[in-house]
């Protein structure tokens, strides 16, 4: 805690404030000379003012990926169904008898969201669903096949870390094997779907889910597919700074080792409709130092996502100037984030004045995050 000095302040206490700017200094000049921060310096980072966080995170943003371009996707997340045995209690998603009802898609549902897509320019599809416990191996790759099959160009940017662990334990196969059928039936990529990377919180809020070393060792069957996912982070479920860090050192650690996470993808635990009522909301002053410590502490991750969808369309766009430099997906159908009550909806046309006005050149990209088109008046 940076001190304030007063016309009473003691001796000590201004050597104290003295010290803890200097200390703020030092640390911002490392920040800029683009050197890797420590935990304790990534932990102190959240006493920092917004101006002055933004300004170092557009700073390493800058030396990561220079350029004033900010992408976007159109992709349709498919929730194949809400039945699920994990019951997490920071879900609002998941069927719980008299308050959601049950629902599973038909391959025939699934086709035909998928052929909306591809109507309208899409080419990312992410398949996600609960972890039922009829669900075998079987169903997973007759998902993907049967989209591969009809649908050869679409990307299958789908499932996530918890259905591979839920598998692998329901199978007796490895993890890495699970991977290999999927990928075998049409798999792309898998998102990272990390929720917050943090035991203790974990056990608090879904113990039934994997853990955090089971959430590394997906990663690390990935890598050995030669497949790319990414990290995401649900803060605001009574995590302390410290917490926040060990997420992001979690995150930063699995990159250094893989070198698979394409995206950071941070957004805000919404508490509406979910067994964590009592939890008060994270503020917005909360997401913009989320994103620009993002941004500061994983200096291996080169695209950082502005939530819109959480975190509202003015804020994402503040976001873009604090380290952030895509906007995700132009998504077409959201049912797991809508669920909590928030109803945020775009299109293409208006993401592409929404990042102009943020004074970026927007960039329509692919899954893994090429250039399709740019936007340049
Ligand atoms: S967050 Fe995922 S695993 Fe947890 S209850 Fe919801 S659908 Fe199930």
């Known amino acids: 805690m940076i001190s304030t000095i007063t016309p009473t302040s003691s001796l000590r206490e201004i050597n104290f404030a003295m010290n803890s700017i200097g200390g703020k200094e030092r640390l911002r000049e490392k920040i800029f000379r683009g050197e890797r921060v420590t935990p304790e310096e990534g932990v102190s980072l959240f006493e920092w003012d917004i101006p002055a966080l933004g300004q170092a995170a557009d700073m390493r943003r800058a030396m990561r990926v220079p350029g004033s371009e900010a992408g976007f996707i159109i992709d349709r997340i498919i929730n194949y169904t809400n039945v699920c045995t ?42 996600q669903g609960g972890l039922h416990p009829d669900y075998g191996l079987d169903r997973y790759t007759g998902m993907l096949r049967a989209v591969r099959d009809r649908f050869p160009d679409v990307y299958l940017h789908s499932f996530s870390p918890a259905e591979i662990v839920h598998l692998s334990g329901k199978t007796g196969m490895s993890c890495g094997d699970v991977i290999g059928e999927m990928k075998e ?13 943090v035991d203790r919180i974990r056990r608090e809020v879904s113990p039934r889910k994997m853990t955090v070393a089971q959430w590394c060792d997906v990663m690390r069957a990935l890598k050995s597919h030669g497949m790319g996912s990414t990290a995401t982070m649900t803060y605001g ?77 003015k804020l994402a766009q503040i976001a873009l100037a604090m380290g952030a430099n895509d906007m995700g997906g132009v998504l077409m159908e959201e049912v797991v984030v809508k669920a909590t009550g928030i109803t945020t909806r775009t299109n293409m046309d208006e993401m592409i004045d929404l990042i102009k006005n943020a004074g970026k050149i927007p960039v329509r990209r692919d899954s893994e995050y090429r250039a399709v088109e740019i936007y340049r008046d």
């Open 185 to 197: 039936a049409g798999l792309n990529s898998i998102p990272g779907a990390s929720d917050l990377l």
């Open 86 to 127: 994990a019951k997490c209690r920071f879900c609002a998603f998941h069927a719980r008898g008299g308050v959601i009802d049950p629902y599973e898609l038909s391959l025939d549902d699934i086709l035909e969201k998928v052929e909306g897509l591809v109507e309208i320019g899409g080419t990312q599809v992410m398949l």
């Open 237 to 313: 479920m009574g995590e302390t700074p410290a917490e926040r860090i060990e997420h992001l050192d979690v995150v930063r650690s699995i990159q250094d080792e893989t070198g698979i996470l394409r995206a950071f993808i941070p957004w805000s635990f919404s508490p509406a409709r979910t067994m964590l009522t009592h939890i008060v909301p994270a503020t917005g002053v909360d997401y913009l130092k989320i994103v620009a410590i993002g941004r500061i502490y994983l200096d291996n991750i080169p695209y950082i996502q502005a939530g819109w969808l959480t975190e509202g369309m």
